[in-house]
């Protein structure tokens, strides 16, 4: 079991930063691959950014990428997502969330995830 918190949305801007944590209990922190999507009302949850066990390799989705870092400490049993240069587009509820069984290559699409956080909601003004 896993179970995760997310914190650190807001409100902000448009050109601001907000950096968002998730805190992670249960299972061995740094034995799963651990992700971040988003979902804006009306649409499907979709793929921000993950990272691997290590927080060597990390993947983002176009519309992020060089914008948005996604990050872990295993020390403390947490992940992060920093988001620069927040555009309006990317208000939504991001949600962290764990995959406990990798797959290479495995790591945009919501099912290949098996545990979820409840949630914390991004919003960017114009």
């Known amino acids: 079991q896993v179970q995760l918190v997310e914190s650190g949305g807001g409100l902000v801007q448009a050109g601001g930063s907000l950096r968002l944590s998730c805190a992670a209990s249960?299972?061995?922190?740094?034995?799963?691959?651990m992700g971040w999507f988003r979902q804006a009302p009306g649409k499907e949850r979709e793929f921000v950014a993950a990272v691997n066990w290590s927080g060597g390799t990390a993947y983002y989705a176009d519309s992020v990428r060089g914008r948005f870092t996604i990050s872990r400490d295993n020390a403390k049993n947490t992940g992060y997502l920093q988001m620069n240069s927040l555009k309006p587009e990317d208000t939504a509820v991001y949600y962290c969330?764990?995959?406990?069984?990798?797959?290479?290559?495995?790591?945009?699409?919501?099912?290949?995830?098996?545990?979820w956080g409840q949630g914390t909601q991004v919003t960017v003004s114009s």
């Open positions: 249960g299972r061995t922190f740094s034995s799963y691959r």
């Open positions: 969330a764990a995959d406990v069984r990798p797959k290479p290559y495995s790591y945009y699409y919501p099912y290949e995830y098996d545990y």
